[in-house]
């Protein structure tokens, strides 16, 4: 099985142009004989680095989110006929629009066009709560069938930091993970420890061995001459000096599969992966498994949606069924 990990430039703050661009590497992966391809955190449109790098800027945020991308809209189904016509199976990460509302969001579509999972990010980090909201409680469900029926998932970002999310997300069954990232640059060119490529890369690594699952992490980067636009010129280490790119292709004994490239290079990376070394790296610790002591530790999943209106006792439910249509 052939699979794709996506290095991009967002086409930054402008739907239109990210939808372009989003087909255009849907296309160009599946013509290199993909069946799988993921996509960065808010590849579309963009990840909003300037919230790290500046105080509070509505007039920022509301250029942003007007380039948000709803998944009720005509772009979207532009990406869905895509996605159809070229015949491959897309993880796509973007900031969502609901409502006044913005998420960080990630839905899988199969190679029908179809919508198979459509999750969101279930704490925003840091900063990104001022922009992001939390997810429903069904975003638990990260995973689903993919091709040739391989279990396929995907977490955003530093949910690869979130330990009971990573157990519950490995009891899915999970093969072929995405993992989504935005830029980041390295701590050897000033990035903060925790913020840099190297950590990232380390929670991707990392992610691959405690699972036992390949890791397809993609990532977005940042060029020179769009650090302006983006709102991050003459903040030190959010310029990404370098590009901030970081991705690769990682097999369940944390082997890195694709050559590493320059962080600001734009490619798509390709691997050819055996599902067999999935249960050759499980024989020794799988975690979810023999490798387990259910009898002393477990983990309880609250999984039941909260409604954001409900009525209880004796209401008008007359008013309740309207509202329910």
Known sequence: MKVAAIQAEPAWWDLKAGVVKCISLIKEAASNGAELVGFPESFIPGY?????????????????????????????????????????????????????????????????????????????????????????????????????????????????????????HYSLGVQVHIASWPYCDSAADGAPPQFSSDAQILQSKFVALEGQMFVISSTSILSRENAELCGVKGTGVWEMPMGGGFAAIYAPDGSQLTPTVPPDQEIILYADIDLDATKMAKLVADPVGHYSRPDLLSLNVNARPSPLVSYNGAGDHTLLGRIAQ
């Open 48 to 168: 909003p680095m300037a919230i790290w790098a500046q105080p509070f800027n509505p007039a920022f945020l509301a250029r942003f989110q007007k380039n948000c991308l709803s998944v009720k809209s005509d772009d979207f189904k532009e990406i869905l006929a895509a996605t159809k016509e070229a015949g491959i199976w897309v993880v796509l990460g973007f900031s969502e629009l609901d409502g006044g509302s913005m998420y960080a969001s990630q839905v899988i579509i199969d190679s029908e066009g179809v919508v198979v999972l459509h999750r969101r990010k279930l704490k925003a980090t840091g900063q990104e709560r001022t922009v992001w909201g939390d997810a429903p409680a069904d975003s638990l469900q990260s995973a689903v069938k993919g091709p040739r029926g391989v279990t396929i998932g995907g977490l955003n970002c530093w949910e690869h930091l979130q330990p009971l999310l990573r157990f519950h």
